[in-house]
Each structure stands twice: as structure tokens, then as C-alpha cells.
């Protein structure tokens, strides 16, 4: 009896190539009450989380995967369910010292990102730090990118999380692992892939009008990633280097929404608008020209069908979005922005996994990317509106933290979640020295949008 054949997908290949040299790991920085998380001596209940973690693994088969990399002829890489998993390997205890602040969590965060995963173990780990004030506990969620997309990371997270503080726990399923393919097994799927290959190249000759159709179809968005005129060069142009520095902004996402609605824009459009406000002030702090100055951002845009629950893989397209610096007033900027946004929206896109079928291919698109001097990427990601909770401890927000690769040495990620709106920023450390003045200019864009930031941005620069 033959077994199924689990495969990475090519855009999840990708992934993992990319990580060799830029780490693709998303991430999230949650803030938790710590009452019924922390017993009567203040020590993390760790064996209570761990069992409400344990108790929902059989939601995210992933978790408790491995990527296996068969021997030529076999075909590409394939998730195998590991042969031990210890949930202890995965959800630990970073104890911070009594009282940390902002900056002192930022910047144990970023030495925790820093890790470099254990190959031989699923690709994702939980850190809980108890130390905060107010005995808050913060939790910091590390995944490879290869296991989900932004979207569907978050809704993962999710799934370790309640609506309801009481809610009782559910004994974990039994679980053992799925024995792999046999090498015969695994030959007859790679034969069976190139021949369904070789039948969709068939189709497409056969009904040449269809093809050229869809061509069409999608060339205005291909080429908006791949071949238009790249970003004007600026002293924001640097390869991404290993060290981050991490800030956090926080605002109401009821002002967020006002904004964009009295521009004709979306909250994306809000966040697109502070990003281009925080690198026209790194120029000018810069002593740079912004007339005439246009930089480009990546945003991901999901192909993913709304349904609920956890979800898994990589199901996005890229929309490149320009950001002219010379905007002088924020109201006119983030209608530019909405109107632009809103014109890239209507194109056909297709997932990039269907750009780059090959090995050869990936190299083509890493090169595609770099070229294009694309100095920034963005996503904002739409969270529940409602306040979650574990183990009966309030998540009490939640801020992104987006993976660099190649020469995007900034990631601004958002999350709209319980009647807020967390931005978290992620920019390499020799690009940015002075992300101060990114933050600056990204608040002042909010105020000069009518949104208020709750707290002054902080900035914690780590290196190794």
C-alpha cells in the first residue's frame, strides 16, 4: 500500500533556498497578563501551557513535521512527520530580569529571532518571557516561512488561542507519526508530477487562444514585479546584513480607519502611507534629495479562499507599490497611495509559485528581486476582532515581525486585532542606525492623518 507524498510547494522551495543566507522565519511579538499565567511565586505555569500547546498540534499538521530531502532522481523536498516530538523542545521559558522595559524585551526578541532553527525539528518555536511590569509576560512565535504565509501564520497562532477566558481544555488526540514513502513510492510520484507537468504544457498548445488569453490576463501584474523601471537609488540600497534592529508603534484601529475612509483608502493603504513618512524623513535626515524621489515596496497580496481555521503553505502574489517622497501633504499622499493601490488590485495575479516551477527559476527570481531595488516590504494582516486568550490569560496585542531578504533591509508589518492596530518594524541593523528617524517620521505621518500613536516608539539595536 503506497503512501501519500507530501511535497513542498515551489514557492515553498524558495523559502528555503532564501533562508540559506537571509532567514525567512516569520514572527510575532505578543504581550499577555500574566495573572493566571504566573503561579503565587511569580514562576511561569509552563506545564499548563504546555498542555493547552499540545492539546491543539493536531490542528497545524506542520508543527509536527519535518522537510526531507530525498536522493536524486526522487524528486523535490516533501514534509515528513518527524520520528520524536517533544513539545518541550519547541514551547520554553526565556526568563527576563524583573521590570524590563520596551527596549530590553525588543532586544531579547531579536536574539531569540537570531537562532537558526534545528533542521532535524519542526521549524517553529514559542518563547515566554515573564519580567514585563505589571506582570505582563510577553510570548514571541517563530516560524519558517515555508510552513505558512503571513496570513496563514497568524491564523495558526490562532489556533493555539481561545475566545473565551474559561474555556476548558481538550485532551490532546493521540498521535503517531505517518510512516514515510517508500523509495518506490516516492520514484512514481516525481514520474507522476513530471507527467502532469508535460499534460499542462499539452493543454496549453492545444488551446493556444486560452493560453494567450491568460497571458494577457496576467502580464500588467508580472510585469509590475519583475520589469518595471527600479526604485531610484538611495543610501537605503544595502544588502541585508545578519543583524536587526526591532521598534514597535502602536495606534487605535478605529482612527486608522477613519483616516482611510475620509481619503477613499484601506487600512493597508494607512500603513503604506507611515512607511513612505518614515523613509522621507531617513532621507532628508540623511541630508538626501526627496524631489523626484521614488522608492517601491512589496506588498503581499493572499490568493488564499477566506475560510476559518488554521491553514498551511504559501499561497500569495507580490504587488509592487511606489512611493513618491516628494508628497508634502499626508491627506493627498495617502490618496495617491489609495488610488495607485487600487489600480495594482485590479490585475490578474497569480501565485509566484507558478513563476518559478525550477531550481534554475528560483535563481532567476532571487536575481529578478534584487534587481529591482525594491527597498521595503509591508503586509498588513487583518486579525480577529474580538480579544483572545490562553490558558485564560488576555492576549493584549500583537505586533508582526516580518522576515528581509536580499536588498529589503525593512520589513513593516501590521495587525489589526482587538481594536487596535500593532506595527511592528524590522530593519537591518547597518541600513538603518538611525531608525529613530524612521519611526519619527512614520508617527508624524500618523498625526498629520488624525491618528494618535498610544506610546513613543522605541528603537534596540542588537548585533552579534
Known amino acids: 500500500m503506497s503512501t501519500s507524498v507530501d511535497r513542498l510547494t515551489s514557492l515553498d522551495q524558495l523559502m528555503v533556498a532564501a533562508s540559506r543566507r537571509w532567514p525567512q522565519d516569520i514572527g510575532a511579538l505578543a504581550i499577555l497578563d500574566g495573572t493566571s499565567l504566573l503561579d503565587p ?9 504546555r498542555e493547552v500547546i499540545a492539546s491543539r498540534l493536531h ?81 514571541f512565535v517563530k516560524l519558517h516561512h515555508a510552513i505558512a504565509d503571513g496570513m496563514a501564520a497568524m491564523m495558526t497562532i490562532a489556533a493555539f488561542l481561545d475566545a473565551d477566558p474559561d474555556a476548558t481544555l481538550t485532551p490532546a488526540p ?73 521598534a514597535v508603534i502602536r495606534a487605535t484601529l478605529d ?21 513612505a513618512g518614515g523613509l522621507r524623513r531617513t532621507l532628508r535626515g540623511r541630508g538626501e534629495p526627496v524631489h523626484d524621489i521614488t522608492l517601491r515596496t512589496y ?37 495617491r497611495i489609495a488610488t495607485e493601490t487600487a489600480t495594482r488590485k485590479a ?24 534587481r529591482q531595488r525594491v527597498n521595503v516590504t509591508t503586509a498588513s494582516i487583518a486579525g480577529p476582532p474580538i480579544p483572545l486568550y490562553l490558558c485564560g490569560a488576555r492576549v493584549r496585542e500583537v505586533f508582526p515581525v516580518l522576515p528581509l531578504i536580499a536588498d529589503e533591509p525593512l520589513g513593516v508589518g501590521a495587525l489589526s486585532y482587538a481594536g487596535q492596530f500593532d506595527v511592528g518594524v524590522v530593519a537591518d541593523r547597518d541600513a538603518y542606525p538611525d531608525l529613530d528617524v524612521f519611526l519619527a517620521g512614520a508617527c508624524e505621518e500618523l498625526v498629520s492623518l488624525g491618528v494618535s500613536p498610544l506610546t513613543t516608539p522605541t528603537v534596540k539595536e542588537v548585533g552579534g
Do not use: C
Not at 41 to 49: D, F, K, P, Q
Not at 255 to 267: I, W
Not at 308 to 316: A, E, K, L, T
Not at 347 to 370: E, H, W
Open 174 to 246: 493521540p498521535w503517531t507519526p505517518a510512516p514515510a514513502p517508500s523509495e518506490h513510492d516516492l520514484l512514481s510520484d516525481n514520474v507522476h508530477q513530471h507527467l502532469r507537468a508535460v499534460g499542462r504544457a499539452g493543454s496549453m498548445l492545444i488551446r493556444p487562444g486560452t493560453t494567450l488569453r491568460h497571458a494577457r490576463e496576467a502580464w500588467p501584474a508580472i510585469r509590475e514585479l519583475l520589469a518595471e523601471e527600479p526604485a531610484t537609488r538611495t543610501s537605503l540600497d544595502r544588502m541585508v546584513g545578519p543583524d536587526r534592529s526591532l
Open 255 to 275: 482612527e486608522v480607519k477613519a483616516a482611510a475612509h475620509a481619503h477613499g483608502a484601506t487600512v493597508n493603504d494607512v500603513l503604506l502611507a507611515l512607511t
Open 41 to 49: 511565586s511569580g514562576e511561569l505555569r509552563i506545564h499548563a501551557v
Open 299 to 335: 506588498v503581499p497580496v493572499s490568493l488564499r479562499v477566506q475560510v476559518g481555521g488554521p491553514q498551511q503553505g504559501n499561497q500569495i502574489a507580490q504587488m509592487a507599490v511606489p512611493l513618491p517622497m516628494g508628497e508634502s501633504d499626508a491627506g493627498d499622499e495617502l490618496h
Open 59 to 139: 490542528l497545524v499538521p506542520r508543527f509536527r513535521q519535518v522537510i526531507h530531502r530525498p536522493r536524486r532522481g526522487h524528486g523535490p523536498p516533501l514534509w515528513l512527520d518527524a520520528a520524536r516530538f517533544d513539545v518541550r523542545d519547541h514551547v520554553v521559558v526565556r526568563p527576563l530580569p524583573p521590570e524590563t522595559d520596551e527596549p530590553g524585551l525588543l532586544a531579547v526578541t531579536e536574539e531569540l529571532r537570531s537562532e537558526r532553527f534545528d533542521q532535524s525539528r519542526p521549524l517553529w518555536r514559542m518563547w515566554f518571557m515573564p519580567g514585563l511590569p505589571n506582570g505582563r509576560v510577553a510570548m
Open 347 to 370: 490585475r490578474t495575479r497569480t501565485s509566484l509559485g507558478t513563476l518559478i516551477p525550477g531550481r534554475f527559476a528560483r535563481k532567476l527570481m532571487l536575481y529578478a528581486v534584487m
